[in-house]
């Protein structure tokens, strides 16, 4: 069978994503699985990063009739525009629906939550404008602007897996247009590039969110193969059977040597991993050489 899908599982330490807040309190986003609750960074909050960072969204155009969306049009479509090879639904006169041909899960912590909480005050803000405002901040704290603020805390080991279909990549059927195979092949790389150096803002802090492990290929199913087979637990990453016969129908495996993992050697010489960087160069030469741009 022909390959035609690129799939990669990734294990990451990132953070979580921000759910609701009540006053000034914040919670990471939860899912609750196994009988237990997990932290997550959800499908979209990741694809979002991945398309921000790799220069997809670079083109992107919005417009308002009735709903803010994506501006497509005939010149304007996912063939000439990187930002709607994510899919697009255009309601304005003709509705034109196209799906993305980049498809994520989401980003789910290995061990339960265990809530931590960190305690924040604008305080040197309250006391410069109190200052300048000639007033007594602790006479004053709400003239002033004293807000103390909460929120949780996670950054942990995830696991999502990224499934892209090469055969959708640069076309769009409402148009009947087709980009070339050059172009093809520098979007799958550029999202490639992207989740190989990730980087999140959160809470305006930087985290960096690059693989510490990654397997994966091109596939011949559109589908993320390696979801049910990564886990790790009391950080180590299992290798199981399952796991390990998977990798051998043809696909590579790579490794962040960071100490992440307690049982990085068997990690090592169970699987042979290459770099991260070299995984992600192979998989980059995999991905001209299906287009044809070698």
């Not at 997550?40 to 969204?57: D, P, T």
């Not at 709903?67 to 639904?89: D, F, H, I, P, W």
């Amino acid at each position: 069978m022909k390959k035609k899908a690129l799939t990669v599982t990734v294990v990451a330490n990132m953070t979580s994503n921000y759910s609701e807040g009540l006053g000034n309190i914040a919670s990471v986003q939860k899912v609750f699985k196994n009988r237990k609750v997990y932290t997550v960074r959800s499908r979209e909050s990741l694809k979002n990063a991945i398309m921000v960072q790799s220069g997809m969204y670079d083109d992107l155009q919005t417009e308002v009739d009735g709903a803010t969306q994506k501006l497509v049009n005939s010149e304007l479509n996912a063939a000439t525009c990187r930002a709607l090879e994510g899919g697009y639904m255009s309601t304005k006169g003709t509705t034109y629906v196209r799906k993305s041909s980049i498809y994520l899960t989401d980003a789910i912590a290995c061990e339960s939550f265990v809530s931590e909480t960190r305690f924040h005050n604008n305080l040197y803000l309250a006391s410069n404008y109190a200052k300048a405002q000639g007033k007594n901040i602790q006479n004053d704290a709400d003239g002033v602007g004293l807000m103390p603020y909460q929120y949780e805390y996670d950054k942990s080991l995830k696991v999502y897996s990224m499934t892209i279909d090469l055969e959708m990549v640069g076309k769009d059927e409402n148009f009947g247009a087709e980009a070339s195979a050059e172009e093809k092949a520098e979007r799958v790389n550029a999202i490639l590039r992207a989740v190989e150096t990730l980087s999140l803002v959160v809470k305006g802090n930087l985290d960096n969110a690059e693989p510490v492990f990654v397997v994966g290929g091109l596939s011949e199913r559109k589908t993320h193969y390696f979801e049910n087979v990564v886990h790790v637990e009391e950080d180590r990453l299992l290798m199981t059977d399952d796991l390990q016969a998977k990798i051998g129908e043809g696909y590579r495996t790579g490794l962040l040597k960071s100490r992440v993992f307690l049982n990085e050697a068997e990690v090592e010489e169970t699987l042979h991993p290459l770099s991260v960087s070299a995984f992600f160069d192979a998989l980059a030469d995999d991905v001209k050489k299906y287009y044809g741009v070698d």
